[in-house]
C-alpha cells in the first residue's frame, strides 16, 4: 500500500501542479484581457490557449540549452496569437493584455525576492 501512494504522489503531484498553475495563469490573463476589453467567448477559450501553450513550453523543454530559450519566446507568440483567434479580437488588444500580465507576473515576482532577501539579511543581522 505504501509503495502505490508514492507512485501515485508521484504521478499526480506534477499533473495537479501544472494544471493549477495553468487555472491560475489563465484566470489573470483573462483578466487582463477584459481591462483592454478583448474578452469575448468567455474564460474557458483563455483556458484553451493556456493549456495548449502549457503543453508547448514542456515539448520545447525536452531540448537541451537552446530548448527553453526557444519554448518562451514560442509561448509568447502563440499565446498572444491564440488569444486573439479564440476571442476574435485583434492581436493588439490579445498583446496588451499579455503583457499586462507578463509585466505583473515579473513585479511580482521581483518583489517577492527582494521581500525574501530582506528577511534572510534581517534574520542574519544585516539591518
Known amino acids: ?18 494544471t493549477l498553475m495553468c487555472l491560475i495563469q489563465a484566470g489573470i490573463i483573462h483578466v487582463c484581457l ?23 513550453f514542456g515539448t520545447f ?6 530548448g527553453p530559450c526557444v519554448a518562451v519566446i514560442w509561448q509568447i507568440i502563440a499565446t498572444i496569437i491564440g488569444l486573439a ?3 476574435e ?7 496588451a493584455a499579455f503583457f499586462i500580465y507578463f509585466i505583473g507576473s ?3 515576482c521581483g518583489g517577492l525576492v527582494v521581500l525574501f532577501v530582506a528577511i534572510i539579511s534581517s534574520a542574519a543581522g544585516g539591518f
Open 34 to 56: 477584459i481591462m483592454v476589453g478583448g474578452e469575448k467567448n468567455g474564460y474557458e477559450a483563455t483556458f484553451r490557449v493556456c493549456a495548449y501553450n502549457m503543453g508547448v
Open 89 to 95: 479580437t485583434s492581436g493588439g488588444k490579445a498583446a
Open 61 to 66: 523543454n525536452v531540448v537541451p540549452i537552446v
Open 1 to 18: 500500500m505504501q509503495m502505490a501512494q508514492q507512485v501515485a504522489s508521484a504521478v499526480l503531484t506534477p499533473l495537479l501542479g501544472a
Open 85 to 87: 483567434e479564440a476571442h
Open 106 to 108: 515579473i513585479v511580482i
